[in-house]
């Protein structure tokens, strides 16, 4: 009997072992999956970037070269890549008026000692208004609503969006309240049976206020973690598109005082300073708290981030990097700017090429 117990008992240890031993591989498959997955984020990051780094970031490494003298040619020559990489005239006044300010107090006389200050000073300017960002689960549903011109990406970011939240493990729906575009809808539609989540329509013409007002009762009902809220994109002059916008806000908050609690503006970063003024006539209108950032893949012009994130000081949320799924992701601004800045290889590369 003793050695059956003693048998039994090593037996049990060593399951115990065993099992200790799978737990441990599973945190390390865990952790190396997500390793991955962050390596790759960066990655991709970092490709969608190439052009506008090439425009500011390497053009500010060849005039910022070892044993270069810091003088007004060198200071113009920098104001005019910022310029011209799409910064924008105000934010690169106020980046020019801090490289001054820290040459003179530093006795700065080596150019490349400016690299790295200018990379810095870029990082403060993204990293403003980010403190009051709300976490996903500050409300029950969080309701998201999706504005922008025609053709920004509002609804493939919705879609994409509606993936990411619903990989996370959040119970997602949207509402179409395009009912403006002829195949609104149904371009909606596609995104949610990929990601597998419910959308709310109504036919084309159809109030989108009720649309977004049924979305959010649906959601309510079937308790949602998130809602999401397509809008149409018609031009941001008519005034017409922001009585819409008003409205479908103001019929949300019928069913819950607080909604929308979040309004993400899309704006497309091909279009460089024409970006900056959809976000001067969008925030005049509706209370933005967030930006998309789509198309930073596509263009040279990535710079746009920078003048948007000093100007207006609403948080940069999501960039597009690319046309897949995992080419929305969540704007970090460190990530961005290492991965803006990060040159090292590419030299090697293009000599591979
Ligand atoms: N390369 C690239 N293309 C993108 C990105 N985001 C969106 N697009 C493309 O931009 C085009 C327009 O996107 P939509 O989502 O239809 O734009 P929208 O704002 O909903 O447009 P309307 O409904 O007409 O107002 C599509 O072909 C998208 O694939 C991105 O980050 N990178
Ligand atoms: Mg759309």
Do not use: C
């Not at 979305?215 to 809008?231: F, G």
């Not at 000081?313 to 999501?318: A, G, L, N, S």
């Amino acid at each position: 009997m003793a050695l059956f117990d003693k048998f039994k008992e090593k037996v049990s240890s060593a399951k115990d072992k065993m099992s200790d031993k799978m737990a441990e591989t599973r945190e390390k498959v865990g952790t190396a999956v997500s390793n991955t997955k962050e390596k790759l984020k960066f990655t991709r990051l970092r490709e969608g970037l190439t052009k506008t780094r090439t425009n500011l970031v390497n053009r500010l490494a060849g005039a910022l070269l070892p044993g270069r003298k810091i003088d007004e040619a060198l200071i113009q020559e920098i104001e005019e890549i910022l310029i011209t990489a799409d910064i924008g005239v105000k934010t690169t006044t106020a980046l020019i008026a801090s490289v001054r300010n820290r040459v003179r107090k530093e006795g700065l006389d080596n150019a490349a000692e400016l690299y790295d200050f200018i990379k810095q000073e870029i990082l403060a300017i993204l990293q403003q208004g980010r403190d009051g960002i709300k976490s996903l689960d500050d409300a029950k549903p969080m309701v998201i609503m999706v504005v922008g011109v025609n053709g920004v990406g509002k609804t493939t970011s919705i879609g994409k969006l509606a993936l990411n939240f619903k990989d996370n493990g959040k119970k997602v729906i949207i509402g179409a309240a395009d009912t403006f575009r002829a195949a609104a809808s149904e371009q909606l539609e596609v995104w949610a049976e990929r990601a597998d989540v419910p959308i709310i329509k109504q036919q084309q013409g159809a109030d989108p206020a009720a649309v977004a007002f049924d979305t959010l009762q649906a959601a309510i009902a079937r308790e949602s973690d998130i809602v999401m809220i397509d809008t149409a994109g018609r031009l941001h002059n008519k005034t017409g598109l922001m009585a819409e916008l008003e409205k479908i806000s103001r019929v949300m908050k019928k069913l819950r005082p607080t909604a929308p609690e979040e309004v993400f503006l899309v704006l497309d970063a091909t279009t460089g300073q024409n970006a900056i003024q959809q976000a001067k006539e969008f925030t005049k209108v509706a209370p933005v708290t967030g930006l998309i950032l789509t198309k930073l893949d596509g263009t040279a012009k990535g710079g746009v981030v920078i003048a948007i994130a000093n100007e207006f000081k609403i948080p940069v949320r999501y960039i597009g990097v690319g046309e897949k799924i995992a080419d929305l992701q969540e704007f970090d601004p460190a990530e961005f700017v290492n991965a803006l800045f990060e040159t090292e290889g590419e030299s090697e590369e293009s000599a591979n090429a």
